[in-house]
């Protein structure tokens, strides 16, 4: 889709933090993280939400989610993983996509005001990441 925010950043429209890129995905930072590391998983397909997508995409989709939970894994205590459908739901783009978001204690997620985080810390958290992808 033309206005859509995910598509703009597939097409490289958009900058972002790539953490993995495969045929079918793309997983990069959030720009708003609830935690350090808070890491976006796409479908390269447009669907706005998962009952729309193909299952082949949604296969790709889930298997990319879970490459990038196995490398979270490793630098957190925790995750949550969120995937949220429709506006009433809280989806704000309306492109299916997954939050990952790491945890080291027990808070509440907050959305807003998001964190902000030195490009340092950015940085060494993507390296570490992608590192760990196996």
């Known amino acids: ?6 598509c703009k950043i597939i097409k490289g ?3 972002y933090t790539k953490i993995y890129e495969d045929k079918d995905t793309l997983a990069f930072l959030d720009n708003s993280p609830a935690s350090l590391g808070h890491t976006l998983v ?16 949604l296969k790709s989709l889930i298997l990319t989610a879970q490459k990038i939970a196995k490398a979270i894994s490793q630098i957190s205590k925790g ?9 009433v739901a809280g989806q704000i783009v309306s492109h299916v996509h997954f939050h990952l978001i790491p945890r080291n204690k027990k808070t509440e997620l907050n959305w807003t005001p998001s964190q902000k ?3 340092k810390e950015i940085k060494e958290v993507t390296n570490k990441i992608k590192t760990l992808l196996k």
């Open 1 to 6: 889709m033309a206005d859509c925010i995910f």
């Open 13 to 15: 429209d958009i900058p």
């Open 42 to 57: 796409i479908p390269k397909k447009h669907s706005e939400t998962l009952d729309q997508m193909e299952e082949k995409d």
């Open 79 to 87: 995750y949550n993983l969120i995937q949220n459908n429709g506006k």
């Open 117 to 119: 985080f030195s490009e």
